[in-house]
């Protein structure tokens, strides 16, 4: 089983390298499941993906695949409202959904996404997928999609927290009594810096909300471990042109940090350049736009070396794509990027 | 410019991921800090900050007068949280052993929105010139390098979820930062869109979320990297150098540049189609040999067609 993760700032193209590569190891026929944040309503219309559904096997009769290909969308929301049901008792989870602090963390998606990932992954495994392709959002969040499970998993370890009740009443009457002096002051402290009643919701809604976050938080320390085996699982950045060196240096940074293992930088988007010299039939407007546009794919060109020299001693595979004429719409645009991938990649016997 | 009022104008810069905005809010702040007014551009994630040294570097040898006159900030919430704590613990002992405590870490990353809010809080402060740092400015003008659509969205209503789903300190907090942001004449919304298909399908829903869900419109619109086709006064007829022309590599360009520009086109239309904002244009360069000419360059085009907006 293998996992690859994508990493990238917005508008580099993630989604399509990731379906790509998805696509890319079906055709050799594994069993894959790509895993989506946000793509392009075409791409979405190819990947076959709904909001809140389920992962859709995308048909590859036309290309002939040995394997499969599966898409699903990451859809916090509709992912965590699963979860409360399916590890909460009926009557907690509907207290749960009903809560005021849940409404506002489903509001805040963007860390609740990273952190259903995690659930999904575990999910995957069990469905029995041989190959992930994980998309993550833009900059930051991707990076605390990895660090959250931890800090869940932390969260409902704090002995506080396995100390408090269901309701306020429970909370007030016998938790004090039962915290040391010390814990008690810290907690006084944080009450007062962060306003009692917030601090209150969140630890009633964090205690309700327990049961199932044990269960999610020993999945998480299982997709973890799983996260930080480098036989497992590989993390690729993708970037572009102008973008990549530095984009190259800050995400090897933060991954090398949390020890993941780096495996590729590809480079995306270049502007293949053809060369050659025009004849004089070309008319001079067109002459003057041709000349901006290969003035565009050499300063393109000249990037990708710069950022290959820079990296060969890091990062053990560089990639870079041509830009198509096109938009990536349907799956023949997705498998001329298989194709470009699978040249510069031969295929490694396991 | 804005010697009676007591706020500093806001402009924000929103969009999709990758399209500009990091580069546009710096043209934009060197555009106006060459004309002599002090300009604090605030970011909000770790990446632009990396970025904005490497475009700025040579600003003292090139415009000594904007470099008088522009400002970087970038704001980190879990920073603004800690100084909070920092400032009610008057022991310094004690504010560390809160800072470091698991409970107050996890509770930071957990709490619903509290850094968002932490942010908006700051930027308030800044705006309405009350910075608690001595050491702070008037400005005339605030340029917000906002992140991404989604979490510049959910940025913009946590305010209103505070208010509307939890009480305490946090909600009346909530609730003046919701006053603050719906004042259209200090804050100018300028999203920054290229033409393909997935970031203009992004500007519109963009457009409509701010219009529907906060009673915002935008100020302009600004298409990033657009082609000299596009960027062109004139038409350019297409079939130029179609058919028979010759079979020379230059050809090849041509066809991709043809076929770009099909695409580029619709995509332009559809958005003056359905966001009811000035549009502005703004070429792709081809090639430059600093960041700061780039931004030299993109100041000059930029400022020029938004002097009527802002």
């Given at each position: ?6 990493v990238?700032?917005g ?7 990731a379906?790509?590569s998805?696509?890319k190891?079906?055709l050799?026929g ?12 075409r ?8 909001p809140g559904g ?27 409202n699963r ?13 749960v959904?009903r ?18 990932a995690?659930?999904?992954i ?6 029995g997928?041989?190959?992930?392709f ?16 931890e ?8 002995p506080l ?9 429970w ?5 004090f ?5 010390k814990s008690?002051?810290?907690y006084?402290?944080v009450e007062?810096?962060?306003?009692a ?7 009633d809604?964090?205690?309700i909300?327990r049961?199932?976050?044990e ?6 320390r299982?997709?973890s471990?799983l ?6 699982t ?19 940074g ?22 050659g010299?025009?004849?004089a ?10 000349a901006?546009y290969?003035s ?13 020299a ?7 595979k560089?990639?870079?794509l041509?830009?198509l ?7 023949s ?11 510069l ?5 396991e | ?15 999709k991921?990758g ?14 800090a060459?004309?002599g ?46 100084n909070?704590v920092?400032q009610?613990i008057p ?7 809160v ?15 509290l ?9 308030r402060?800044?705006?309405?010139r ?5 050491q ?24 209103r ?20 942001l ?5 804050i ?9 298909e ?15 869900e906060?009673?915002?419109?935008p100020?302009?619109?600004i298409c990033?990297?657009a082609?000299?086709?596009?960027a ?28 770009r ?5 619709q ?9 009811a ?11 430059w ?6 931004l030299d360059?993109?100041a ?8 009527d907006?802002?």
């Open positions: 089983m293998r996992i690859r993760i994508f990238g700032t508008g580099v193209g993630k989604t399509s390298v379906a790509a998805g696509l190891a079906a050799a594994r069993k894959c499941l790509v895993l989506t944040i946000d793509p392009a309503l791409l979405r219309t190819t990947l076959r993906l709904d389920i992962d859709q096997r995308v048909d590859l009769a036309s290309l002939s695949a040995q394997g499969e290909l599966w898409a699903g969308l990451l859809d916090a929301g509709s992912t965590l979860a409360v049901r399916l590890y909460g008792e009926p009557r907690q989870a509907e207290t959904l809560h005021p602090v849940y409404h506002s963390l489903v509001q805040s998606l963007a860390g609740m996404q990273e952190l259903m995690i659930e999904r575990d999910q995957a495994l069990a469905d997928f041989e190959d992930l994980i998309d993550t959002a833009p900059s930051r969040h991707a990076l605390e999609f990895l660090d959250k499970p800090f869940f998993a932390q969260l409902v370890s704090i927290l396995r100390l408090v009740g269901r309701t306020y009443k909370f007030e009457g016998s938790m009594s039962r915290l040391g002096r008690l002051e810290l006084t402290k007062e810096l962060l306003g009643k917030l601090v209150r919701q969140v630890l809604f964090y205690s909300f049961t199932i976050a269960g999610y938080a020993d999945r998480a299982r997709t471990s996260l930080h085996d480098p036989k497992t590989t993390f690729t950045i993708v970037s572009t042109a102008f973008k990549a060196a530095r984009d190259g240096d800050y995400f090897l933060e991954l090398d940090r949390r020890k993941f293992h780096v495996e590729t930088l590809v480079v995306n988007r270049l502007w293949p350049g053809v060369g010299s025009f004849g039939d070309v008319p001079p407007q067109a002459a003057g736009l041709i901006w290969r565009v794919s050499e300063a393109h060109a000249q990037a990708w070396e710069r950022v290959s820079a990296f060969s001693a890091r990062i053990p560089l990639i870079c041509s830009e004429a096109r938009d990536i719409d349907g799956l645009a997705l498998a001329q990027i298989a194709g470009q991938l699978a040249s990649d031969p295929i490694r016997p | 410019m804005g010697d009676v009022s007591l706020q500093s104008p806001l402009v924000i810069l929103c969009g991921g399209v500009g905005k990091t580069t546009l809010s710096l043209a934009l702040g060197l555009w106006h060459r004309a007014r002090s300009v604090l551009v605030v970011t909000s994630h770790p990446l632009p900050e990396l970025a904005v040294t490497i475009s700025l570097s040579g600003l003292k040898e090139r415009h000594p007068e904007a470099a008088a006159h522009l400002f970087i900030v970038h704001i980190d919430p879990r920073e603004i949280l800690g909070k920092k009610q022991s310094e002992f004690l504010a560390r052993t800072l470091s405590s698991r409970l107050y870490q996890n509770l930071i990353e957990v709490a619903p929105g850094k968002e809010l932490a942010f908006l809080a700051r930027l402060q800044l705006a309405e009350k910075s608690p740092d001595a702070s400015r008037a400005y005339d003008l605030l340029i917000w390098d906002a992140p991404a659509t989604g979490h510049f969205l959910q940025t913009l209503k946590v305010s979820n505070f208010d509307t789903y939890l009480s305490g300190p946090f909600a009346v907090l909530g609730r003046e930062l919701t006053n603050f719906s004042d259209p004449a200090q100018k919304i300028l999203p920054v869109t290229i033409l393909e997935m970031a203009v399908d992004e500007t519109i829903e963009l457009c409509s979320e701010l219009n529907k906060l009673g915002m419109s100020a302009a619109l990033n990297l082609s000299p086709l596009l062109a006064q004139e038409e350019v007829d297409l079939g130029l150098f179609s058919g028979g022309q010759g079979e020379g590599s230059a050809c090849a360009e041509w066809q991709f540049m043809v076929d520009h099909v695409i580029e086109k995509l332009y239309q559809r958005l003056r189609a359905e966001v904002a000035v549009p502005c244009v703004v070429g792709r360069m081809p090639r040999n600093s960041e700061l000419e780039l360059t993109l000059d085009s930029l400022g020029a067609s938004l002097t907006v802002l």
